[in-house]
């Protein structure tokens, strides 16, 4: 096997030459799930060195994750996490920018050849063949993108008391399930154990730093898997993981295990674990 299919890992222990393919795989989050008897929520993040998640768009609508650090292997790796969800968290702003052809579908291992490998992983274990889908806005102010709203997959919605119900029964009729919080804000408890009442056990956020926050603030996060790129690259507005308010408590994370890939700009994979 080439370096360049190849990562060395640093932690828990020093191996050379481990695949590259099956890395996150082998983390068996359902098992972890399963373990707990409780969601197993995890987020993902690639960052540069400098902890710059996202950069303005160059048509001025919005962020983006940079060219300069977003990568093949990384992507693989975010596939692999995903594949093993029960539900994937997004955002209305995902659905603004799928609408609007700025975002592609979250898991793409049916639709690309470089994840051929992992085609048949979900149905060997019984699972639908797309992890459910779910949307944290309280605003609803989001369209349902044809191909959810045609398709088989779970769609829910998740919002606040002070949503607009009119707008609620309207996702309702576009074949999305909505669910409504006792508070004017959802919250990260709130959301994992309605999340729990509907069969999710394995939780995935693919969502961004306020989401992050979100999960964090109420001690629902288990781990973080975080890819940082040896590149520096700057600019303003500066975006990070977290965005949100000083945390009242703050979250303890402990090392779980780290990778060096020297493919590129070199990069070390991450995985840290909530310390309670």
Same mark, same amino acid.
């Given at each position: 096997?080439s370096?360049?299919?190849?990562?060395?890992?640093?932690y828990?222990?020093?191996?050379?030459d481990?695949?590259?393919?099956g890395l996150?795989l082998d983390?068996?989050l359902? /098992?972890?799930?399963?373990?707990?008897?409780?969601?197993?929520?995890?987020a993902?993040?690639?960052?540069?060195?400098?902890?710059?998640?996202?950069?303005?768009?160059?048509?001025?609508?919005?962020?983006a994750v940079?060219?300069?650090?977003?990568n093949?292997?990384?992507?693989?790796?975010?596939?692999?996490? *995903?594949?093993?969800?029960d539900?994937?968290?997004?955002?209305g702003r995902?659905? /603004?920018?799928? *609408?609007?052809?700025?975002?592609?579908?979250?898991?793409r291992?049916y639709?690309?050849?470089? %994840?051929?490998?992992?085609?048949?992983?979900?149905?060997? /274990?019984?699972?639908?063949?797309q992890?459910a889908?779910a949307?944290?806005s309280n605003?609803?102010?989001?369209p349902?993108?044809?191909?959810?709203?045609?398709?088989?997959?779970d769609?829910?919605?998740f919002?606040?008391?002070?949503a607009?119900? *009119?707008?609620v029964?309207?996702?309702?009729?576009?074949?999305s399930?909505?669910i409504?919080?006792?508070?004017?804000?959802?919250?990260?408890?709130?959301l994992?154990?309605?999340?729990?009442?509907l069969?999710?056990?394995?939780?995935?956020?693919?969502?961004?730093?306020?989401?992050?926050?979100?999960l964090?603030?109420?001690?629902?996060l288990?781990?973080?898997?975080l890819?940082?790129v040896g590149?520096?690259?700057?600019?303003?507005?500066?975006?990070?993981?977290?965005?949100?308010?000083l945390?009242?408590?703050?979250?303890?994370?402990?090392?779980?295990?780290?990778y060096?890939d020297i493919?590129?700009?070199?990069q070390? %994979?991450?995985?840290?674990?909530?310390q309670?």
């Open positions: 096997m370096d360049e299919q190849c990562v060395t890992q640093l828990p222990q020093l191996r050379h481990l695949p590259l393919a996150y983390h068996d359902r /098992r972890q799930a399963e373990r707990v008897r409780q969601p197993f929520v995890v993902n993040f690639v960052t540069s060195l400098d902890g710059r998640i996202a950069v303005p768009r160059d048509d001025g609508k919005g962020l940079p060219e300069s650090t977003a093949d292997r990384d992507w693989r790796l975010f596939q692999e996490l *995903a594949i093993q969800a539900v994937i968290i997004s955002s995902y659905l /603004r920018d799928y *609408a609007a052809g700025r975002a592609q579908e979250i898991l291992v639709d690309d050849p470089r %994840f051929e490998d992992l085609h048949g992983w979900r149905a060997d /274990r019984g699972l639908p063949p992890p889908l949307v944290i605003s609803l102010d989001f349902i993108p044809p191909v959810l709203a045609q398709g088989s997959r769609l829910v919605v919002t606040g008391a002070g607009d119900p *009119a707008r029964r309207e996702l309702e009729r576009q074949s399930r909505v409504v919080a006792d508070e004017e804000q959802v919250t990260g408890r709130w994992v154990e309605a999340m729990a009442t069969g999710y056990q394995t939780i995935y956020s693919a969502a961004g730093p306020r989401v992050l926050h979100m964090l603030a109420g001690q629902v288990e781990r973080l898997y890819t940082m590149r520096l690259i700057g600019g303003a507005p500066y975006a990070g993981i977290v965005d949100g308010a945390l009242d408590t703050p979250v303890d994370m402990r090392l779980h295990s780290m060096h493919a590129g700009a070199g070390l %994979f991450m995985c840290y674990e909530r309670d």
